[in-house]
């Protein structure tokens, strides 16, 4: 039998872009066990919520994550919403669709990415990041921002898109649904990318389903899974298709983040059609009195923002459970039984976001 | 609207028999929350089946234990150890157990009941009698300062 040896894996490693760290049990080049440590940087952005009128602290919710901002900012909003019983204009819901969807299009291009990055594909990495900018130009365009948007708010969003500016948006997504679709063959064909993903990391259906798996993991592993499809926003109005891959691997992860890109790009072009004219926010009156888990589906998965008041202005408890945090066990799952050389492959395809983790 | 949401409360002594049958109808975890009240802690077990979003409760007081479920849900361990090192509530048999480590706070338990400090709800406004004034009152006129 081979001797066991401890190797520490993070927090700092060149393929983990946040700080998490494993220490990887091994025999010989074969992982046996694998702990994970959390909290270097726990922020402890929850319990801000004793300092910060509920108004205010969607700038706060806005803050947990650069990548999706602006999911956390429509997560809590609507736990809010729910509670005080709040009608938010339909236009706003579709400009929040819009901007979430945006938000997922542009976190998937910096996955694609960062995982070329860590194939050792250096102009790869680059392509992906200069196609993400188009996304980052829109938002920049729109709200004023190009990582926390800062626009969505309790009773609605800050800002309009005016008609002109949509056709804009609906026109740069279909020049960049060009270069995406140059991009992608590179992803699903190369055959050094195949060859690191197919058949590693590997998590059946069951096991996704009873270790907590969300986003696009359970989703390569055959469960069919979005939160879209409960019709929060504007998602009611228009075809959600979750993307579904069934070889639970990390080149089904891969495909499946591939797909949800362009699908995106399809839920935007029907949701500017769609969209009324209106107002995009209405006055809130009163507060919270009540308790509501709001379930919006990230990037990465399924969010739940748990927000419950009293009747006062500021909230007794807001709780985040974010995608990475469920996704963890299944990852210590992956890992056991897996070639040391296939760590960082493994770890990225799950698309670890700590930010998010140490809310 | 939001999707339908029910909240479910039942005692500690079943929490595992409870969670043994959803897991054998075929939720999964969804999360475990917790909250702390005035002297007491609100322990939120969140299931899903094909988006029916279903919530457990117990309320427990500082110091009680409370029973792991990691045995039905292997994935429960992290919130469980999350509980445990926010809170200060002690979960008993947990699969995976940190013995304090998962969170490396600043100061111990920073959830817990001695840490937190819950808002006042509003005060309701006591009806006065309306009474009448000699004087009617001018616009713009501030209680208590004398205007020449």
């Known amino acids: ?359 | 609207m939001g999707e339908p949401q029910e909240i479910i409360p039942i005692e500690k002594s079943d929490l595992v028999g409870v969670v043994a049958q959803l897991s054998a109808e075929g939720y999964r975890l969804v999360q475990i929350g917790c909250s702390t009240l005035e002297s007491a802690y609100e322990l939120n077990y969140s299931f899903d089946k094909e988006y029916r979003f279903k919530n457990l409760r117990i309320t427990v007081t500082p110091g009680e234990e409370v029973p792991s479920i990691s045995a039905v849900y292997p994935n429960a361990f992290l919130y469980e150890n999350e509980i445990h090192d926010l809170f200060g509530v002690v979960v008993r048999n947990i699969n995976i157990d940190y013995g304090g480590t998962l969170y490396r706070t600043a100061i111990k338990t920073p959830f817990s009941t001695e840490n937190v400090k819950l808002p006042e709800p509003p005060k309701q406004k006591a009806e006065a009698p309306s009474q009448p004034t000699d004087k009617p009152k001018h616009q713009g006129e501030i209680p208590g300062v004398q205007r020449d």
């Open chain 1, 1 to 359: 039998m081979a001797h066991k040896n401890v190797i520490p894996f993070g927090p700092q490693h060149p393929v983990l872009p946040e700080p998490i760290h494993f220490d990887l049990v091994t025999e010989d080049e074969r992982i046996v066990d694998a702990i994970p440590s959390i909290s270097y940087v726990h922020r402890g952005l929850e319990r801000l919520i004793e300092k910060r009128d509920f108004i205010d602290f969607v700038h706060v919710a806005d803050r947990i994550c650069g990548l999706c901002s602006f999911m956390h900012a429509m997560g809590y909003s609507q736990a809010v919403e729910e509670i005080m019983g709040i009608e938010v204009p339909e236009r706003a819901l579709y400009l929040r669709t819009i901007w979430a969807e945006l938000s997922r299009i542009h976190s998937h291009i910096f996955w694609l990415g960062v995982a070329a990055d860590a194939f050792g594909f250096e102009s790869l990495f680059m392509q992906s990041l200069r196609l993400r900018e188009v996304v980052l130009d829109i938002f920049e365009a729109t709200t004023g921002a190009r990582v926390i948007l800062g626009v969505c708010k309790v009773g609605g969003v800050r800002r309009d898109i005016d008609a002109a500016t949509l056709k804009g948006i609906v026109d740069r997504l279909a020049s960049l649904k060009k270069d995406l679709e140059e991009l992608s063959p590179v992803f699903i064909d190369d055959y050094s990318i195949r060859h690191r993903l197919v058949g590693v990391g590997y998590i059946s259906q069951q096991d996704a389903y009873t270790l907590g798996c969300v986003g696009p993991m359970a989703r390569a592993s055959g469960l069919a899974m979005d939160m879209r499809t409960l019709g929060y926003a504007a998602y009611k109005y228009l075809d959600v298709e979750p993307m579904v891959e069934t070889t639970g691997d990390c080149y089904a992860r891969c495909l499946v983040r591939i797909r949800e890109m362009f699908h995106s790009m399809d839920l935007i072009r029907q949701a500017v059609g769609k969209i009324p004219e209106g107002p995009v926010d209405l006055k809130v009156k009163g507060a919270p009195n009540g308790e509501y888990f709001s379930r919006v589906e990230q990037p990465r998965g399924e969010v739940i923002h748990y927000a419950k008041g009293n009747g006062s202005r500021f909230l007794q408890r807001f709780r985040v459970r974010v995608p990475t945090f469920s996704n963890i066990p299944a990852m210590i799952k992956v890992l056991k039984g897996s070639e040391v050389a296939d760590v960082p492959n493994i770890i990225l395809t799950l698309d670890p976001c700590i930010s998010c983790t140490e809310r």
